[in-house]
DNA sequence: ATGTTGACTTGACACAGTGTAAATTTACAC
DNA sequence: GTGTAAATTTACACTGTGTCAAGTCAACAT
């Protein structure tokens, strides 16, 4: 499960993270990344099979750094759906500044390669999940929304905290972070719940 | 405004158009859209000068087929704010899935091409126009929700009514074009409006 | 010391796709 | 017929990915 300790393989890593970082979207190079981790650029290729593979690894070894497990289980121990929708919201809309960059990058190339599309179903897959397990908790407790069914409202939520949305408002709209997670906090509530 | 009539640059409009309609988001190549113009490649460049500009040209020629701008102005004439709302969300949400694959294409492409997201940017700005004259019809009658300043309703609409949101609901959460619309139509009143 | 192994480098090349350029053909107007 | 505009053909430069073969170099075992 871990990335092995293999210090080159780490050093490529950091260096498309790095430049993926600093323009988010435009894919890099492979020379690029090659030159930033001071190394050739057929080394890449050693490492791994190619650019597309190069960036899900990437997205891996970073939601290993910051620990989206971790982040997530902390709001499946809530009690009550609302505690959970709140836990969840928070925690995933924290979680995509971080990785806003990089994400970004997958989820253009996902338009015209294959690999890249399936990396990123199974990441959103994964997302969703966290989702539909917040409605049910509501639903369980009997404070989903009267208008909507379970899946309807999971379609919302998962919309809702999309990186589409998160980029929509803080980079074209200019919010902040703060005030990104402060509105979605509310909407979340408005449109899902009773209460 | 208009365009001119001539054959050989709008075969090659109505070639784009359909091979982008038939792969959304994946470019197709010059000399895909040469071979289904029955033109040479060389001849795309006689009348555009490069493939970023044959597409905004395409979108371009869209908006004129369909008539945005009458479609748009149905309503501004709409009397209170609340018609007002309601005629856009139903005018613009309608008019995403005629417009969905060609500006799809351009939304992949302005991320790595200036020239692209120039134009993407000019789009949504119209659009954001439309968005920010509902929000203050609803200021002026009063009936803007509480704890929305107008800029910030206007970002939520705008956010709620992107092509991203549109194709998130419709095309990885599978909901019908009518689901959507009744959706966004209650979503815009239960998030912007008092009542 | 010698040989082996693995990781990396160097340099070359095939392949796609965009965009440019020049020479040539086609068709139509007068 | 001549001129002209539009399109064609052919060729090429350029960028970036991915492949391949040969060579270097250090670590390590014997």
């Known amino acids: 499960m871990s990335t092995e300790k293999n210090p080159t393989r780490i050093r490529i890593l950091k260096a498309a993270w790095d430049l ?15 030159k930033k981790a001071g190394v050739s650029r057929q080394a890449l290729y050693l490492h791994f099979p190619n ?5 899900i690894a990437t997205t891996r070894y970073q939601d290993e750094k910051f620990g989206v497990d971790d982040m997530l289980a902390e709001s499946r121990s809530a009690k009550t759906g609302l505690d959970r929708l709140d836990a969840f919201v928070r ?24 690999d890249a599309a399936k990396a990123w179903t199974q990441r959103m897959g994964d997302m969703r999940e ?21 899946k309807e409202a999971t379609d919302l939520l998962w919309t ?5 949305t998160w980029e929509h ?3 074209e709209c200019g919010w902040s972070q703060e005030s990104y997670a402060r509105h979605l906090h ?7 719940t009773t209460s």
């Open 169 to 171: 408002l803080t980079q």
């Open 51 to 55: 650019r597309t593979e190069l960036f």
């Open 186 to 192: 509310h909407l979340s509530k408005q449109i899902l």
């Open 20 to 34: 993926l970082d600093s323009n988010p979207g435009v894919a890099a190079r492979m020379s690029d990344i090659a």
């Open 130 to 150: 966290g989702c539909a397990a917040a409605i049910d908790a509501l639903d369980r407790d009997g404070t989903l929304a009267k208008g909507l069914t379970p």
């Open 91 to 114: 925690a995933w809309g924290g979680y995509i500044p971080k990785i806003f960059a990089v994400a970004k990058t997958l989820m253009v190339m996902k338009e015209t390669d294959e």
């Open 160 to 164: 809702l905290l999309s990186i589409s």
